[in-house]
Nanobody
């Protein structure tokens, strides 16, 4: 059972990145999947979550509304975080994790990927 987050990198402000959260050893269909991030010197925070049915998408931070979206590809067993109009304050290590539902507390998220670095800088 493993989650693999990927797709991070160094981008200029205003550009886009798409992060992937791929699962191996289990099917993501049965889980809510959340994206979290941790900036240097700050606590980890929730970003966005998609329910197991994909019907509900929960934003944990207002700063990404209108810029970030989340989606699920069942055939690929992968959840994506599309990040547009990136800002320097989006710089962080991004993690994906699974839970039974899109809880407000990350303690409900039980399986975590290893994280992928996103750096937004000119």
């Amino acid at each position: 059972v493993q989650l693999q987050a990927s797709g991070g990198g160094l981008v200029q402000p205003g550009r886009s990145l798409r992060l992937s959260c791929a699962a191996s050893g289990f099917t993501l269909d049965y889980y809510a999947v959340g994206w979290f991030r941790q900036a240097p010197g700050r606590e980890r925070e929730g970003v966005l979550c998609i329910s197991s049915s994909s019907a509900v998408k929960t934003y944990y931070v207002n700063s990404v509304k209108g810029r970030f979206t989340i989606s699920r590809d069942k055939a690929e067993n992968t959840v994506y975080l599309q990040m547009n109009s990136l800002k320097p304050e989006d710089t962080a290590v991004y993690y994906c994790a699974t839970a039974r539902f899109c809880a407000r507390s990350e303690t409900y998220f039980t399986s975590w990927g290893q994280g992928t670095q996103v750096t937004v800088s000119s």
